[in-house]
């Protein structure tokens, strides 16, 4: 026994080092791969990370060995999702397995033996390692020595998706910040009326990337359309509004904005009627505000 297990040994001081020496997810992920497919020649070896715990899906970070993964994968996804519930090392031998249940892998031969191994931190599952055998059933201390590489590995990818998460937090702040200043300087170096209305509709049409955008200004009782950006069918510039008569009305009379999502919504088929193609599914709409008092209201679409 002790030969056998001597043969499946972790180097754990150069294993540990590979990991700090990276600092994101992918690089440290692509070392664990790499470590565990060479405890067994042969071995293909896939690392999965749960990115975003509120609409989780399986996303592969790394590959060592023959085998191909594409796409995200659903979280309850056959052999993915047997570890996924049972948050506990699973493996399948080849009179277990169909086809279909590991879909999700692209490969030409045929597999002897899945094993996988839960990521866990506190109980929380974020990621998994799977190992694919074509030539022989998983040896015990195999899977034992694949089991202390997790545990290792552990810690290192968490974090190091903590620091891609804060990253990114922070990559995004600087660059809405930078936007709003764009903003703001285009705004106030534009002088003509006309002019400026079509570059807000504009310039709210390229930060919230949507479909369209409508600006609507106060015009005595009533709002008039008097910009629009993108595509939107159920509207034509110089339309008027007044409260009572579609969405931009009703917030000219409330002053309070509004998300209108749902398909039976009233408002929303009455804006749709008499449209057969291109119809619009939902719309944020916000009012324009001058010390309290409605200036104008925008629609993105």
Not at 5 to 32: D, I, N
Not at 259 to 278: M, W, Y
Request: hydrophobic share 45%.
């Amino acid at each position: 026994m002790a030969t056998r297990k001597s043969t499946f040994t972790v180097p754990v001081a150069e294993f540990a080092a590979a990991l700090f020496a990276r600092a994101e997810v992918g690089p440290r992920a692509q070392v664990t791969a790499e470590q565990i497919a060479q405890l067994l020649p042969g071995t293909a070896v896939v690392v999965y990370i749960v990115e975003d715990l509120d609409a989780p899906v399986w996303t592969a970070k790394a590959i060592a060995g023959e085998v191909t993964v594409s796409g995200a994968i659903a979280l309850s996804t056959g052999t993915l999702g047997a570890v996924a519930e049972r948050r506990e090392l699973v493996v399948f031998e080849a009179g277990d397995l169909q086809r279909e249940d590991y879909a999700h892998l692209d490969i030409r031969r045929t597999v002897a033996s899945l094993a996988y191994i839960p990521l866990l931190l506190d109980e929380i599952l974020f990621g998994a390692i799977e190992l694919v055998s074509y030539d022989q059933p998983f040896p015990e201390a195999m899977l034992d020595a694949s089991h202390d590489v997790a545990k290792l590995a552990v810690p290192a990818l968490a974090a190091a998706q903590a620091y891609e998460s804060e990253r990114n937090a922070s990559l995004q702040s600087i660059s809405r910040v930078t936007q709003m200043y764009d903003l703001e300087k285009v705004f106030n170096s534009t002088l003509e009326m006309d002019e400026l209305l079509g570059t807000i509709a504009n310039k709210f049409h390229d930060v919230m990337d949507v479909q369209a955008v409508n600006l609507w200004m106060v015009s005595n009782d009533a709002l008039e359309l008097v910009s629009c950006e993108g595509y939107d069918p159920t509207v034509t510039p110089g339309m008027v509004q007044k409260p009572g008569e579609g969405i931009a009305g009703d917030i000219s009379d409330s002053g309070e904005g509004m998300l209108v999502d749902q398909p039976d919504d009233e408002r929303l088929q009455k804006r749709n009627a008499g449209i057969e193609e291109g119809k619009i599914f939902s719309i944020l709409a916000m009012p324009l505000l001058e010390h309290e008092s409605l200036v104008g209201v925008v629609e993105a679409i």
